[in-house]
């Protein structure tokens, strides 16, 4: 579905807790469960047979509101990577801020991962930090995917932001002697 905003990943009812942990059993809240509770038996992620650490979304994937709470159900729930062909900005920082990799992708490339999905529930697909790449392993199709090297260097390394500092503490010390 296109156009999924922050209030769909995660609802404005469950924004109470002030840590990360406990958001993925909310995620799409409204979509997994009916008013009762029970789990909605037609819902994607209801169902089994789709598991993995990769989300796939349509187009515009994480607009609306800039809450941060939606990288945070995301991530608690599992993924560690959201694939789509177009992310709100605000939602593509707060992910890599979260340790949550947004791939962009082309339109046509996401329809080959919705298709080999459909096709085969336990189609795998690779994604390669390192190399910004994206691979339909059972094709061997591959995309390019763009994301800044700071963001990159922190992925690969487990790094927030003050880890990052931290490992260029050396570089930050030469150049206060040098000003």
């Not at 942990?21 to 209801?46: A, I, M, T």
């Not at 709470?69 to 995301?74: D, E, K, L, N």
């Not at 729930?77 to 959201?82: P, R």
């Not at 880890?163 to 050396?170: E, N, Q, R, T, V």
Request: charged share 25%.
């Amino acid at each position: 579905m296109e156009n999924v905003d922050t209030d769909q990943i995660i609802p404005a009812r469950f924004l109470k807790a002030t840590t990360r942990d406990g958001f993925g059993e909310n995620l799409f809240r409204d979509w997994r469960y009916n008013s009762d509770g029970q789990p909605k038996k037609d819902f994607v992620l209801n169902n089994p047979t789709y598991k993995g650490k990769i989300l796939a979304a349509a187009k515009n994937f994480g607009c609306g509101s800039s809450r941060e709470h939606a990288a945070w159900a995301i991530k608690d729930y599992g993924f560690d990577v959201v694939v789509s062909s177009f992310f709100a900005d605000i939602f593509k920082n707060n992910a890599l801020n979260n340790f949550l990799l947004p791939v962009t992708v082309s339109d046509e490339f996401l329809q080959k991962i919705f298709s080999a999905v459909e096709n085969d529930p336990e189609a795998e697909i690779e994604v390669n930090v390192e190399n910004q790449t994206i691979t339909l392993t059972s094709t061997g199709e591959q995309e390019k995917f763009e994301i800044n090297n700071y963001k990159k260097t922190c992925l690969l390394n487990g790094y927030d932001d003050i880890d990052y500092l931290l490992s260029i503490k050396p570089e930050i010390e030469k150049f206060e002697t040098i000003v």
